[in-house]
């Protein structure tokens, strides 16, 4: 991937940017991109609730497809940022616009566009950009790169100054190679919440070669869950739930499950120990690593995909005893995303959704708290309008 979108004058070498220069580029474009107007569901503090305001968006670039936003998935993420959770790692900069699980129909596509044109679906998830030149990058996995990627939202825009603004919005601009191709077959608003509760749990899958004849352990069956459970079962594994609520095995059996332990039953945690292949944890609550651990086989692994604002204490033996690993995972590359809508309009798998119109976003936000959705809240935008 190149960055001849980036401005950069001739001698100035991209692997020589420091993070200096790039503020200096940063502010030498924001002066000079024209812009337009879009309007968007922001919060104005960390304890403000979303509302109604005008956003500017850069004027779309040879490279660039702008989007007429149709529906986007209310991640768990977005929370937190809007209320400034992650203050020690993210602090957020207000107003906050959140989003990044977003289907949009191509408006305007440059003319140095070619895998969009005017008319197409396109998707757009957890980065809008990355510095193309580094050893991540070159690999396919924006997600870690060294730039650090650019974030659908609350990261600094290099285009026109300020953050990037997410998808709680009428409109989105993004450069071709960040934007994926929707397939037909896909439902569009089941499809946006693939953008990051999808990659999410797909790409540790793939990683740690999930597959047939394995047994496959899912922590939680949210938003995250949900899509594990999916995708565990599409790829040939045994897939078993892991839940501390009882009422959510009839559901998980919908969803493709073929077995559930009540994590809070010792007994019938004890009778799975020392049996799983794998176990993908995605809850972002405090909770007790070490029984998860506990039920790997020999070289396991346990993988988290969610973040406990408090660091989980580890039991050295958890590990030592036979030799199990402890691991993380974030979202999936761009190229992966794309391989990810593909095996879903295959296998006809998309997200669980509650479609809500973007009025109700502060009551969603409640009743994602108290774990009330299934699976996934999606705004329609065209009630933004
Ligand atoms: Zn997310
Ligand atoms: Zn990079």
Redesign the pocket.
Known sequence: MTKEGKEITDNQEITEMSETKQTTLAEGAASAARTYEAKAYAAASADAPLAPAAIRRRDPRPQDVQLEVLYCGV?H?DLHQVRNEWQSVMPTVYPCVPG??IIGRVVKAGGAVRRFKEGDLAAVG?MVDSCGTCASCRDGQEQFCEGPATFTYNSPDPHIGGVTHGGYSESLVVDEAFALRVPDQLDPAGAAPLQ??GITTYSPLRHWNVGKGQKVGVVGLGGLGHMAVKFANAFGARVVVLTTSPGKAEDAVRLGAHDVVVSKNAAEMQKHAGSFDFILDTVSAVHDLNAYLNLLKRDGTLTLVGAPETPLPVKAFSLLFPRRQLAGSLIGGIRETQEMLDFCAEHGITSDVEVIPIQKINEAYERLLKGDVKYRFVIDMASLK
Request: glycine share 0%; aromatic share 0%.
């Open positions: 991640c993420s990044h699980e957890c990051c509760a």
